[in-house]
């Protein structure tokens, strides 16, 4: 009788408590529920991680059927997805089965619940713009003091935020309504907008992510342009419109890790820029001939394009069929999948590597079309490869913090037999190596970090006219070999 009353009491308590347990979970019919383990990415082999971008998010036990809410997620979290139990249709819109993120295996413990894909992004890294490799970017009109923690606008869920970096351009990482397929449609109400181009997967919680900002507060930067006002020129910035907006003078370079101006636009004579002045953020017009041009790169960009020239280098020695075989595989380190055909018209590798990855490589080569770029052969793919050496060169001066400003090769042997490396990058005249508080000159480097992630890749501003390098070819003009500094101006090393 007393153990019929205390089954009686058990059953009761765990009515009124339920527990949490495995039989709760629906699975997909061919999960092996003994044998859990975690989703990997087909083409990769590593885990996938979801990361919650609306606050509160519900998990429920099953998706199919009416049921409890098991849990309620709150935004910027990271989870990983049952095996087997990952997209899975229904009502039109995903689903998928969330493992905590700092879970080491499965268990009923560490299941969160089914969590609809509306709620989630499925990538570590930040959107792109579409059919390129540069990602998606903002510039903030106006300074943040809150964030919203919900992407309808509807939805009133605001928090508070202390907006450090004032002068920056963040990334997207989402928007709604996604039905506007992109971020810049007129019909885009907020995007979710990142410190980072990249998510760090092994924290649990994404602190890179800003959260979402409301569409009418940003401007988009779709390329990796950007500008500096050259010292002692005035510049003026003139509005959409013509109207005068202000007029500079600047004595000094910025500062290698400082915001430059990003390009929104151009036409033949003019850039339209963002720029911050005394903490306000403006856009206009200047002249082309009063800036200096740059490109914002990162450290693995210039690894790319270096493999990539490594490639066409290392194919010396093998015959015409496999050499264009490799060339047409490596070629895709920097043009992707992209096929260099618009509009019925074969395009230049140049256009098709500035559509796909934005990064200028100063190569007569990159003037060619693919099918001629792989067709070459003889003294041609010679000198292609001779050719590729040089640039290969330049671009990995740049991790060194200088930069090739004139070149002379032997063509004959494709070697150099002197090169002038730069060390004045800011090209104030004065070499700087690191700072010093008892003068005002600016450290000459290119590579700078900003996140708040150990794991950050390094970023660099590399001003376009440092990617074009003089070249002459030995025999063709006077020069003396004991004399580097003879065609440089000296100058001030701190």
Request: with cysteine.
């Amino acid at each position: 009788m007393k153990g019929i009353t205390l089954l009686l009491i058990l059953i009761i308590f765990t009515m009124i408590f339920p527990v949490n347990t495995l039989a709760e979970i629906c699975f997909e019919k061919h999960t092996q529920k003994d044998k859990l383990e975690f989703q990997k990415d087909p083409r990769y082999g590593y885990y996938i991680n979801v990361w919650v971008v609306v606050d509160d998010t519900p998990a429920f036990d099953c998706y199919r059927i009416k049921s409890e809410i098991r849990n309620k997620l709150s935004i910027k979290y990271r989870f990983r997805v049952v095996n087997g139990n990952y997209k899975i249709k229904y009502n039109g819109d995903d689903w998928s089965l969330l493992v905590g993120g700092i879970a080491q295996s499965i268990s009923k413990e560490s299941i969160v619940g089914w969590v609809q894909h509306s709620n989630l992004i499925l990538s570590n890294n930040s959107l792109k713009s579409y059919g390129s490799r540069i990602h998606s970017k903002v510039l903030l009109k106006e300074p943040i003091y809150s964030v919203y923690m919900h992407p309808n606008p509807e939805k009133r869920y605001v928090k508070s935020y202390e907006q450090k970096r004032k002068h920056t351009y963040y990334y997207i990482y989402d928007f709604f309504p996604r039905t506007s397929a992109f971020p810049d449609n007129t019909k885009t109400k907020r995007v979710l907008i990142g410190l980072d181009f990249f998510l760090d997967t092994m924290e649990t919680l994404a602190n890179g992510l800003i959260v979402w900002v409301d569409q009418s507060n940003i401007s988009y930067w779709k390329t990796l342009n950007a500008c500096e006002f050259k010292l002692n020129h005035k510049v003026k910035l003139l509005s959409e419109t013509g109207d005068f907006l202000f007029s500079s003078v600047v004595d000094k370079p910025l500062e290698y890790d400082e915001m430059k101006y990003p390009i929104l636009n151009e036409d033949s004579s003019n850039y339209y820029i963002g720029a911050f002045f005394e903490d306000k953020y403006v856009e206009g017009w200047v002249d082309k001939n009063k800036v200096n041009k740059c490109i914002l790169v990162s450290r693995t960009d210039i690894e790319r394009i270096t493999t990539f020239l490594t490639n066409l280098i290392e194919s010396t020695n093998t015959n015409i069929k496999d050499r264009k075989a490799h060339w047409e595989d490596t070629v895709k380190i920097i043009i992707g999948d992209h096929d260099c055909f618009i509009n019925n018209t074969h395009i230049s590798l140049k256009e098709c590597n500035m559509i796909t990855n934005g990064i200028p490589i100063p190569a007569d080569f990159m003037l060619l079309e693919l099918h001629h770029f792989l067709n070459l052969s003889g003294k041609k793919a010679n000198d292609l490869q001779c050719e590729a050496r040089i640039v290969r060169e330049q671009f990995r001066t740049f991790v060194n913090n200088q930069y090739i400003k004139k070149i002379i090769v032997n063509p004959d042997i494709c070697d150099f037999d002197l090169v002038y490396y730069e060390d004045d990058i800011n090209g104030d005249g004065v070499i700087v190596h690191k700072s010093n508080a008892i003068n005002s000159y600016k450290i000459d480097k290119y590579f700078f970090t900003t996140s708040i992630s150990k794991h950050r890749d390094t970023m660099a501003w590399i001003p376009v006219k440092h990617l074009y390098a003089t070249r002459v070819n030995k025999g063709e003009s006077t020069y003396r070999l004991d004399s580097k500094l003879s065609n440089m101006k000296k100058k001030q090393v701190i």
